[in-house]
């Protein structure tokens, strides 16, 4: 089914721990994004890329790290796992930087930092 | 900035009960508006959007109509199915600042048959 897969679905670090949040899409979409979805809070944009070797860090980059190789791949790093980065993340993609025709997100990856 | 309010939840309601969420915004520029919603479980889907004032976006019985002149995007649907109870983000996507595509913090729909 063409869509956004995201992988995994659950996951449970202890702090320091590092690890890689993994997304990809077949649509042929040239704009990706992260976001963290916390009670209360909605949707926070982590980071985000044009296309493939162009990212750029949104609004709560710090403590991740994205690459973007191929248009298809848009993985996510979190470098040493806090416990402030327990959430939900979701990898959503476009045709375009501006949503005029909405995002295709993922199904999430739930993560908690013991 | 950029912003969206939504009301805060959760709604609940009856089966066939009449459904307002209510959603405005700020923003510069002229923003399209748009209507996620996410079931329990899944990832965000995109329900309507309106690209300028006076639109109206529909899907599924769902509608929002664009109001510049209050600033509002609120959904409404005539007759909710215990198959509607879900998330409901209201987003933006501003021509300029520095965070374009904007969520709203969502409002939980619970409806009971």
């Known amino acids: 089914n063409a869509g956004v897969t995201q992988t995994p679905k659950f996951q449970v670090l202890k702090t320091g721990q590092s690890m890689t949040l993994q997304c990809a899409q077949d649509m042929n979409h040239e704009y990706m994004s992260w976001y963290r979805q916390d009670p209360g809070m909605g949707l926070r944009l982590i980071h985000y890329?044009?296309?493939?070797?162009?990212?750029d860090q949104g609004e709560v980059p710090n403590g991740y790290n994205v690459s973007r190789s191929t248009t298809e791949d848009f993985p996510l790093r979190l470098l040493s796992a806090a416990p402030s980065q327990t959430s939900v993340y979701f990898c959503a993609s476009s045709y375009s930087r501006t949503g005029y025709y909405g995002y295709t997100f993922g199904s999430g990856t739930r993560l908690t930092v013991v | 900035g950029n912003s969206v309010t939504q009301m805060e939840g959760p709604v609940t309601l009856s089966e066939e009960a009449f459904l307002t969420i209510n959603c405005t915004y700020t923003a510069t520029g002229y923003p399209s508006l748009f209507w996620y919603v996410q079931y329990p479980g899944e990832g965000l889907q995109l329900l309507l959007k309106a690209t300028k004032a006076d639109d109206k976006g529909s899907n599924k019985g769902f509608e929002a109509t664009y109001r510049k002149e209050t600033t509002s995007f609120h959904l409404e649907k005539g007759s909710v199915q215990v198959s509607d109870s879900a998330v409901y983000f209201c987003?933006?996507?501003?021509?300029?600042?520095?965070?374009?595509?904007?969520f709203g913090t969502g409002t939980r729909l619970k409806v009971l048959a």
């Open positions: 987003a933006l996507d501003a021509t300029s600042g520095t965070y374009k595509y904007i």
């Open positions: 890329s044009v296309g493939a070797g162009i990212t």
